[in-house]
């Protein structure tokens, strides 16, 4: 299997042409024309902001750009999913076909191929499964082992998001579809069936820090897609700071966002997507 | 039709702020597009410290009213593992001699500028007598932002106290010579007259004003319901937000010494970088605005240019 | 459910910034509903001077990202001036005693603070002498953001003048005497403790920081190409963009002082006015969000109360 | 005739439903509802802000609500009439039907009535027109004496403002439309004519400057309706200054902006209305 490998971003944020905004549940569905972006390597990200009416929010916000995951490229669309949890995602949220965003990137250090034949199992929480959806098109793509998709949320309005991947088994917190209970109820069995598998974690720091301590148990490599509050997203102002194992801190941006669990003592509160 | 500043030859009059732009994690990200590119006509590296820094916990940002507020706490290598490490990649910067020309045409060297701080004279003069040593450092920048141990205050916030500091600076080397001012001080241009006393070359300002954020009742920090947001406890507010105060404090120190003044303090348009030069400033550094846009720099120069 | 402040009794705990409220000529603007609905739980007057002030020449403002600096001079009609022909105009000042109920219930007064400057010790004590003989003024506030005929720094830049100058004043009165500390200084908490070691009963912060705009380059002020836009050349910002600043400063002064607290610097809604209370602040309040929404501080007032 | 007496603004800004915006050549001409609003006396202004995007433009402005005079009052509706030289006017003029607008108000001290049957000379220049027009209703309304209104504009786009009042002599710097010159050049031969009319005014400083020494010359009263930067509007922040005959300052926003000609030894620079 190729590895992954990303091209560099372009030095400086671009102008891209909104295509569409689709509901999917609680979350949007953004559409961008994105020709020459270079390719992206799954579990990168772009920093992006509306090119009308960035700022102005509550507060005067949002001012810096945010951090996104890509959650899809499709020949020259790149595809973001969203979900309003402030001024910057809410102002996102609101963009129609014809309107521009700036966008940086691809930025940071993806996903990386399962080690031979080991199957990738794939464990998404909320709006962290954005950049897993991208990670199924590609391990199926290059015929990778068959792929486990396990997916949570909240409530049932958050997990239509679950169409954004195919097969997915689905956990919410308040039983209103698929298993009631905690996505690492149906990551237990998964471990135990095959211990060779790699895992792909990406969603809030306590799920993500559930899944590390999982994995570390049962010896399995697992590839966490941790977030942070960026400023630059390209390693300049040093802001998204996650705890380093052994001390010391990593930058999530450019260490990451995608960290192997071994990394990390434990994936600290801050470090994750919005619950 | 390239700028001289304190000896130095730069490609144009915009650089870029210590600690708001890391060359060798840029190179990770955009490759050589940075170096054919290079945004700044010159390099200022973040604040080095003798002993390595990890910096403060996390949260370290918050977002403000057209600014940012920092409590980074100067995470670096320290002195050596900066000068084994980072100085090799950061000694061959150049950039194309006409701000914003297509690179492959003439090139001009871009000078790294050493930003260090010390918390005593000593400490500082140890750091500089340590750059003085290498040829890959053009010059020097005094970070004077920082706690004196005895009193608390920020060395750079009493013009006697900076002098003295500067003139120790001063016998270590004869490369340019740079105060970077803090502006958390009653009298900004007696501190600047202080460091040219002291022997500066330039000084550089503003640095970030002292600010605060309380964690978000709702939630927020678990635990600290209303304890403050950033991990340091106060940060640095940066950004539009402190523009006007950058140009106050700028037009009163061009006003105040002869040296030359690199003027700072959310520049985000090329229209914020004429105001410092009409100020008095001879170049312009931009800071947060990088942030936004890596590229904004190259296009400030371009446009201050003509 | 009344607040208490050093002694008088308030309906709430929201009153205006001096200088950002004219109480007489808001009763020209909106009549007797000025009265009925009386929005700050006690009013500051604008700064007092021994003799009358024109103010500086216009413009007197310039509109930044968050934010407004003004360099309105002071306008004033002299101490004189302002007993005789102000006074009485002010000292009848009453509120619903429920924040934000209908007028016609129960009323409770609404204290009078005189805000005066003086450029000596000698001036602050002759004013502070002349209010403390009016029965109508309930109590003090020194505005110390003045520059010292000699330094030229503020007289509240320095703890040690700054106790000076208040225990002087504290001789003359024994009405609450609240310190307006500048923020333009490196150490606002030590100036704040050497307001209460000189015997204030509260201090008062954010006051504006200095600020500077220069004239548009098209056009703009004639001649003055790219001279300073303001009449007084720089003036002081305020609004949005110094939240964070003001946070920052109350929490410290917060934490080193006794006596209470009144916090203001952005307070544009009840959330900004909640930070200012949960980092110690007693009071809050507002200025320039006054000018954008006159009953912006009678809504914040009723929102805080519950 | 009455002596066009205002009732006080309510204490805080009403929020106001916009009714329609229509382009009058260079400008455009807002309707609001506004029911409950006091009457307000000709040259009254109130101070607007836009109660969606205010603020997010270029450098983060507007902040500060603008002031605009009241151009009409009709049941139940106010007219205002605007030119986008800015932030501020550019977001008011992108005010839509049904958008929502926040406005505090009638503010200042508007015009008084002639004297006896003396003449009223209305003189505009540029947006300046806009008081005029409110005037021009009343006067007429009031059955006084025939008006002459002399308006003058920068070219013929502007000119197309002079549809806002009735019979209305028009100059142009550009010679577009009407006499090619000053407006001054119009009032002149009125002031020869009738040394007993009173002279309205507003518009640029140096139009409000010369139309003020001329009627110092010729003896005539001049109510001259003034401009500046303004923060609040009601006399809180002192910024509004201008310089009084006889030195000290006058706040356009309490003491005006309806200035006798004589409180003024000359209308100063910033005193005017954008030309
Ligand atoms: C690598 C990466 C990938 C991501 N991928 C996605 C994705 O695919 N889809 C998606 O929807 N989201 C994604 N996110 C999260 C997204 O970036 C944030 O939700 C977004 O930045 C929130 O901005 P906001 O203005 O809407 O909310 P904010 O108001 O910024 O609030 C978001 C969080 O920030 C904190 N906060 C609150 N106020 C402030 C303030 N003033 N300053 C600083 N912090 C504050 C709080 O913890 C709050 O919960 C990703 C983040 C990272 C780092
Ligand atoms: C009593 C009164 C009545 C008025 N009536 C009308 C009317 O009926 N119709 C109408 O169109 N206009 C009217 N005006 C003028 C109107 O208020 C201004 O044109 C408006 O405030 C401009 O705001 P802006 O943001 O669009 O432009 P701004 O950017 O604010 O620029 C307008 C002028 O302000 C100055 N300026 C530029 N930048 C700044 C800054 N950052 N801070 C402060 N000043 C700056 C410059 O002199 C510039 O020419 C009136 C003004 C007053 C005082
Ligand atoms: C995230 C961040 C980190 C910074 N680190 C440093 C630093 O290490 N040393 C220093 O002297 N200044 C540092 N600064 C201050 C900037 O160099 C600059 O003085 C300030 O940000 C004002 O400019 P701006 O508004 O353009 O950002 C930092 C600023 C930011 C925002
Ligand atoms: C136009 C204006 C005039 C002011 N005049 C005074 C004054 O006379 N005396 C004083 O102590 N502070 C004065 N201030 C400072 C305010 O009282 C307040 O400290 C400052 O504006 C910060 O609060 P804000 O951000 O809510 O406006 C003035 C502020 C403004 C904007
Ligand atoms: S977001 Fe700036 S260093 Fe990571
Ligand atoms: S505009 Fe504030 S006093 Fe006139």
């Known amino acids: 299997m190729s590895d992954w490998s990303a091209a560099p971003a372009p030095l400086g944020r671009r102008l891209l042409t909104v295509l569409g905004m689709e509901e999917l549940g609680a979350y949007r569905v953004l559409r961008v024309a994105d020709v020459e972006t270079p390719d992206s390597q799954p579990g990168q990200f772009a920093m992006l902001a509306t090119a009308e009416r960035w700022g102005g929010g509550e507060d005067e916000r949002p001012y810096l750009p945010r951090a996104f995951s890509i959650a899809r490229r499709r020949v020259g669309e790149s595809h973001f999913l969203l979900e309003d949890v402030g001024p910057g995602t809410r102002r996102l949220c609101e963009l129609r076909e014809g309107d521009g965003l700036w966008a940086l990137g691809p930025l940071g250090k993806g996903f990386t191929p399962p080690q031979g034949r080991r199957r990738a199992i794939l464990v998404g929480g909320g709006v962290g499964i954005a950049p897993l959806a991208i990670l199924q098109d590609t391990l199926e793509a290059e015929g990778a082992a068959p792929v486990t998709t396990l997916l949570g949320f909240r409530d049932g309005a958050r997990a239509e998001g679950a169409a954004l991947l195919r097969g997915a088994s689905v956990a919410t917190d308040d039983g209103s579809v698929g298993h009631h209970g905690l996505l690492t109820d149906l990551l237990g069995p998964e471990l135990e069936r095959d211990p060779r598998a790699t895992v792909y974690a990406c969603g809030p720091a306590p799920m993500l820090e559930a899944v590390r301590a999982m994995c570390a148990k049962a010896e399995v490599p697992a590839q966490l897609a941790l977030e942070a509050g960026m400023a630059c997203g390209f390693g300049a102002c040093y802001g998204c700071a996650v705890p380093r194992r052994g001390g010391g801190y990593l930058r999530v941006c450019v260490d990451g966002p995608v960290l192997d669990g071994q990394d990390l003592e434990h994936v600290s509160e801050h470090a994750g997507a919005p619950a | ?306």
Chains 1, 4 share one sequence.
């Not at chain 2, 840029?26 to 973040?46: H, M, N, T």
């Open chain 2, 1 to 306: 039709m390239s700028v001289d500043f304190c000896g130095l030859s730069l490609a144009h009059r915009v650089i870029n702020g210590s600690g708001t732009f890391d060359a060798i994690a840029a190179r990770r990200a955009f490759g050589e597009e940075l170096d054919r590119r290079f945004p700044f006509a010159a390099y200022v590296s973040k604040t080095i410290t003798l002993r390595p820094r990890e910096g403060n916990p996390p949260p370290r940002l918050w977002e403000v009213a057209g600014g940012l507020i920092n409590s980074i706490g100067l995470p670096n290598k320290g002195l050596e593992g900066y000068l084994a490490e980072d100085l090799p990649q950061l000694s061959e910067l150049s950039t194309p001699a006409e701000p914003g020309a297509e690179p492959g045409g003439d090139r001009v060297a871009v000078p790294l500028i050493t930003n260090v701080m010390g918390s005593s004279a000593e400490e500082f003069a140890a750091l500089v007598e340590a750059c003085d040593a290498r040829v890959e450092i053009a010059a020097i920048e005094l970070n004077v932002s920082c706690p004196n141990v005895e009193t608390g205050l920020d060395i750079g916030a009493d013009p006697d106290q900076l002098e003295r500091v500067v003139s120790a600076c001063r016998e270590r080397t004869r490369k340019p010579l740079i105060v970077k001012l803090t502006p958390n001080t009653a009298n900004v241009p007696a501190c600047a007259a202080g460091a040219q006393a002291g022997g500066a070359d330039a000084v550089s300002l503003i640095n970030t004003l002292r600010a605060m954020a309380l964690a978000p009742a709702e939630g927020g920090r678990a635990g600290a319901a209303r304890g403050p947001w950033l991990g340091g406890g106060t940060g640095g507010l940066s950004g539009p937000a402190i523009r006007a105060v950058a140009l106050a404090q700028v037009a009163a120190v061009a006003a105040r010494v002869e040296i030359p003044v690199i003027g700072m303090g959310g520049v985000q348009r090329a229209a914020h970088a004429r105001d410092l030069l009409d100020a008095g400033a001879t170049l312009v550094a931009v800071g947060t605005e990088s942030f936004r846009d890596p590229a904004t720099a190259g296009q400030i120069a371009r446009e201050v240019s003509d």
